[in-house]
């Protein structure tokens, strides 16, 4: 396999990484924790994706010894900080709950 080809299909895998990040932040703070979020679940999901990019990269520096040490493969193999980027997206989904004054999601 080309360097190339192996360069972009490793872009894949951490664009695929930080929308899975953000889908599954949104889907706890949406679905499990019946919370309402700007935009719904969508709104939820694009803060989410925001979050895990900020988190991954500005949170790496923090965590990379802690992943290393902990879970090689969350660091390394995947050339994304997955911990930082999870870290990230919650945050960024916690502020986003308490910009709208954590009301819980109607029932219907």
């Known amino acids: 396999m080309s360097p190339e080809i192996k360069s972009f299909l490793n872009i894949l895998k951490v664009i695929f990484i930080i929308l899975i990040l953000g889908a599954s932040v949104a889907s706890i703070f949406y679905h499990m ?9 969508i709104g939820g999901f694009v803060v989410g994706v925001i979050g895990a990019l900020i988190g991954g990269f500005i949170l790496d520096r923090l965590f990379y010894d802690i992943s290393v040490q902990i879970l090689k493969f969350l660091a ?24 709208n004054h954590d009301k819980e999601r109607k029932k219907y």
Do not use: P
């Open 33 to 41: 924790k019946r919370r309402e979020l700007f935009g719904g679940y």
């Open 76 to 99: 390394e193999g995947a050339g994304f900080n997955i911990i930082a980027g999870f870290l990230g997206a919650f945050l960024a989904l916690y502020i986003m709950n308490r910009l």
